[in-house]
């Protein structure tokens, strides 16, 4: 858990996630905040934003199908 590292002592985290979802495309999420006090007992988390997002120029490798993290 993150707040179990040494270098954190902010009071909430704000968890994200990232999903390449095809040529220089990337799919990313914004969570609601987590506090320090309620990590523990989390079991779910709201999406409070999300947007593909296309990289321009173009990124090799972003979204290939012949990624080691394709689906």
């Not at 270098?7 to 985290?13: D, K």
């Given at each position: 858990?993150?707040?179990?590292?040494?270098?954190?002592?902010?009071?909430?985290?704000?968890?994200?996630?990232?999903?390449?979802?095809?040529?220089?495309?990337?799919?990313?999420?914004?969570?609601?905040?987590?506090?320090?006090?309620?990590?523990?007992?989390?079991?779910?988390?709201?999406?409070v934003?999300?947007?593909?997002?296309?990289?321009v120029?173009?990124?090799?490798?972003?979204?290939?199908?012949?990624?080691?993290?394709?689906?």
């Open positions: 858990m993150v707040f179990s590292l040494p270098n954190v002592s902010q009071p909430f985290v704000v968890p994200i996630a990232l999903k390449s979802v095809g040529p220089s495309k990337i799919h990313i999420i914004e969570y609601d905040i987590v506090t320090r006090d309620a990590a523990e007992i989390t079991e779910a988390l709201s999406i934003n999300q947007q593909v997002f296309e990289l120029p173009p990124v090799p490798g972003i979204g290939a199908s012949n990624s080691r993290l394709a689906d």
